[in-house]
């Protein structure tokens, strides 16, 4: 028998999204407890979450009195939850029905994931059926996991650490492990790198159990150039605690990481001093010109070819068999077949 959830669930703003969210865990049997973190939010965040609990007694709620980040409100939700396993839930997400059925099988694992399906928000008010993927377990190991998120290493998608695994809370506790509340972008990377790091046993199966609302404008997207900044020097903290053989890639990771901050520090200049300014930063920091040109190049690109008038279609993130003839809702007909990433 599966182990007691609590699912843990960060929400500023979110209004429109956390009462599905909610409702998406209080369906799972496994689920004891649902802790919401409402991060300073200036909506009715607060009520919508109230609204759907009705008397399950299974909801709580704690309020921040002013917005600290997703860090920090994760943190205050593990301590304020007690069940042994904690699973993670982002507040305009959902979990499929049927999630942990057989995605927590078995003790060899501390943290353990799933497949993730994308959605744009055009179909958000949709849930169609998703096709049955083969468990197809894996380990991630230290250097996987790095190298699966930095793109590179030629992973384009560079997107493994999207994964909402569920957490044993003893693996936490003996570790002394919690997210970084000076985060607010890569927190996700930084506690999974720490902890394998530190020999945590990383299972990952393909079936699909997680579906990511896909915005434009979710929290995000929405990085300052000093998030990213402080995620490069996370990387600083990994590398003393990995290896030496994983080192390669945790440099690897950190120059992918600092690509984006020097880009985005050349439009910030050229934003508020103009382009000659920017130019003249560019040429000062001729390391920084490989990626500021790229970076320019690549948003350019992406800006001409991505579709403005039409939903994308759901997409995932780990390859898999499907397990059924056929799929339904807005999955096209297969067999058995290789679905991309």
């Known amino acids: 028998m599966t182990e007691a959830i609590s699912v843990i669930i960060p929400a500023w703003n979110s209004a429109l999204t956390i009462a599905r969210a909610i409702a998406s865990t209080l369906r799972q049997p496994e ?3 649902v802790v919401v973190v409402d991060d300073g939010s200036t909506d009715d965040t607060v009520d919508k979450a109230r609204s759907v609990a009705g008397n399950t007694g299974r909801l709580r709620i704690i309020r921040l009195p002013a917005n ?4 920090f409100a994760r943190n205050c939700a593990i301590e304020n939850s007690s069940a042994p396993l904690i699973a993670l839930l982002d507040a305009d997400d959902f979990f499929i029905e049927g999630r942990f059925r057989s995605m927590l099988d078995g003790n060899d694992w501390d943290f353990a994931a799933d497949n993730i399906v994308f959605i744009d928000e055009r179909f958000a008010e949709l849930e169609p059926r998703f096709p049955s993927f083969l468990p197809e377990p894996f380990f991630l190991d230290f250097i996987s996991f790095v190298k699966g998120c930095t793109a590179a290493s030629g992973n384009c998608n560079a997107e493994l650490a999207f994964l909402h695994p569920v957490i044993r809370r003893t693996f936490l506790s003996s570790h002394q492990l919690r997210y970084n509340p000076a985060l607010r972008l890569g927190e996700d990377y930084d506690l999974y790198a720490r902890a394998l790091a530190q020999g945590a046993r990383f299972k990952v199966v393909r079936t699909c159990g997680y579906g990511a ?17 402080r995620f490069c020097d ?21 120059r992918f990481v600092r690509a984006r901050y020097e880009l985005r520090r050349f439009l910030d200049i050229k934003s508020s001093a103009g382009i000659v300014a920017a130019i003249s930063y560019g040429v000062r920091n001729t390391g920084a010109l490989p990626a ?22 759901p997409r995932y993130l780990l390859p898999g068999t499907f397990a059924e003839e056929t799929c339904v809702g807005t999955f096209s007909s297969t067999s058995r077949k290789q679905a991309a990433a």
């Open 31 to 33: 689920v004891a407890e």
């Open 68 to 71: 600290r980040g997703p860090a």
């Open 213 to 229: 609302i896909v915005r434009p404008d979710s929290l995000s997207r929405r990085h300052s150039t000093d998030d990213l900044k």
């Open 234 to 254: 996370v990387d600083d903290v990994v590398a003393e605690l990995c290896a030496p053989e994983e080192l390669n890639a945790v440099r690897e990771h950190q």
């Open 292 to 313: 500021i040109i790229r970076g320019i190049a690549r948003d350019k690109l992406e800006a001409l070819l991505e579709p403005t008038d039409r939903p994308n279609p």
